[in-house]
Structure formats: C-alpha cells, structure tokens
C-alpha cells in the first residue's frame, strides 16, 4: 500500500517544475519517515473551499495577500504549480463522478463549502493527548483574534491563569486504543472510549468461491462489513448482560423483520439473536460470506419462490435475508466472528 502512495507522491512532485528535481532525491525510506511525522501529528483542519482550491486569479491573490501580510514566506510560482495541480485532480474525480452517478457539479455549489483538511500547525503539533485535554485549539476565520485570516491559536480551558511548566496538552478526539496506537503509537489505560473495530476486508471477498453471487446477496441485503462495538460490551461475551438495551431496539426491529416469515415453518430466528451484541446488518454479511454452494442455490430457490418464477417483482432486503437465514442459520457465521476474533 504504501508503495503505492509512494509512486503517486513521486509523479506529483515530477508535475511541479520547482520540486521535480527535489523529487528523485526522496527515497521509499524517507517518505516512510516523513508519513509516519505527518500523521502522528496532523490535525483535521475545517477551511474554505475556495481556501484549498482557489478558483480564479482573484483568490489566489487574495490568500497570497492574506499570507504576506503575515510575513509568511510563499513561493507563488511554486504554489501555483501546486494549486494547479490539486485542481486538475479534483477536476477529474468530478468528471469520473459525473460519468459514474450521472451527477453535475456546478462551481457555485462548492464554493461556499467547508473542506476538513489534513495538516501539520507549528506549536500546536507539539501538544500531547490526554483526556482532560488544558487546551483546544479553533480556527480563527476571520483574523479578529490573531490578526490573520484562518489562522489558528490556541484557548486554555482552565479560568485561571495557566501554570508555568505545565504541559499544554489537546484532545485527539474519542479514539479507541486500536486506532491510537495505528494513529500515534501509544495506548492510554482504562480508555473510556475504547472500541473494538471488527471487520471482514471488502477485498478478500473476491478470493472467496462463489465470490459473485456473495457480493450480490450482500448488496441486496443491505449487508455490513464491519462493527464498531465499545469493549465494555464483550464483557460478557457475545451476549449483553441482562435485558437488551434501548439503544438495541433497533438490533431487534431488525430481526423481527427477517423472522417474520418462514418457508418450512420451523426454522425461526432465536431468543438469543437479540441479546446478540453484534448487529444483524453485520451478523447477515457473516453469514452470506460462510455460504456453501448448495446453500445459494436454496436461497435462490426460496426466492424464486416467494415473488415468482418470472420475476414479477425484486424481492426485499428483509426478504433475502430471512431466504439466507432459513437456508444455513447462524453456525457459518458465528465460526466466521469467532476467526476474525482470533485473528484480530
């Protein structure tokens, strides 16, 4: 993967003339450092569209002036190249999206748009995460506070005055320990927040047998292929300690739909799928992937069945998955959480 970004990073560089001869210089191991920096201590900034991807002349002169004023030193020629560059991607993903969707973006639609971009603040990169964060940090739009533009700044959370040699730390947000420790390679004990992200790779589906109509199964089911479930949950196991929770009304509304109906009349969804902490949508993905072939052919059987032989109507999501339930049942998919378990 990150070969990949490597050459896409290369052919940018090579594109603008005042960094192509920097760009043979940078080696896979110095971008590998560079990477890890950046996103170890990048901040998701909210700017202007028209910020990111100046339009005309008009607004690049006007950031450029902004920049100046500042006293911040800016190769124009060299941002230009750069800003050409970005617009002329971001020009052909409209053009691919437009063929694809159908759909027509207007210039007008975008420039009063708010872009979360990815970016490394001098001073504020500095700051640690920490729970009970002594700062945060804001975007000053319009330069009241610090005198320029879209500038950012930091703002203590205590009332009084702020310690000498303490450290100013921020928050990173509710980030789970996984994501902490892939994001910034460090773990905090006792994470209120801490989450288990469960999931089955949408690209090893295509090296599955019966690949073909498992992604089709799956896409009319509505099926997902991951969860997120805060930790504190699998304290118990896979099932929630004593009654299901409001907030897995949903959980259950879902199922009632897919037992609703039943071919044989025997096989119905059991006591135990609400009390299930893993959702259904993800639970139906599972069990559409452990499909065995004979399996697929009674689903489609089932079907046929229900809305006819000539296909007189497409039947439901809620439709397919109970074909599916009534045909393998849960031992397949509970196997297949129990690997992802393991392997996770």
Known sequence: MYRSIYSSYCLVLNECNSVASFASEVSFEDFLWANSIFWTRALNIPLPHSYVFPQNQEDLNKYDSINNS???????????ELI?????IKNEAQRVNSQVNGATSTLTSTQGETLWIEGLVPG??????????????????TGLITGVPFSMYLLSVERSSFHSEKEISISYGN?????????????IDNNPDDYLMIHYPAEAIHSIPLSDSKALLLEEQKAQLRCLLPKS????????AGHPKDGNNDNKLEVDRISSFSWSGQRRMPSYLNKLVFPEN?????????MQEDEISKVSSLLEELVGSGGERQPSDAEVRAAVWETCGDSGALQLLVDLLQAK
């Not at 500042?70 to 230009?80: F, M, P, T, V």
């Not at 504020?124 to 920490?130: G, S």
């Not at 980030?175 to 773990?187: A, D, I, M, Q, S």
């Open 282 to 290: 993800f639970l139906t993905a599972l069990r559409t992937i452990a």
């Open 124 to 141: 504020i990169d500095f700051c640690n995460h920490d729970l009970k964060a002594a700062a945060t940090w804001e975007v000053d739009g």
């Open 70 to 80: 500042a006293e911040l030193s800016n190769d124009h020629n060299s941002r230009g």
């Open 84 to 88: 050409n560059g970005l617009n002329d």
């Open 233 to 240: 949950l699998l304290e118990h196991g896979f099932f929630a």
């Open 175 to 187: 980030k789970g320990n996984e994501e902490l420790l892939y994001l910034y390679g460090f773990v």
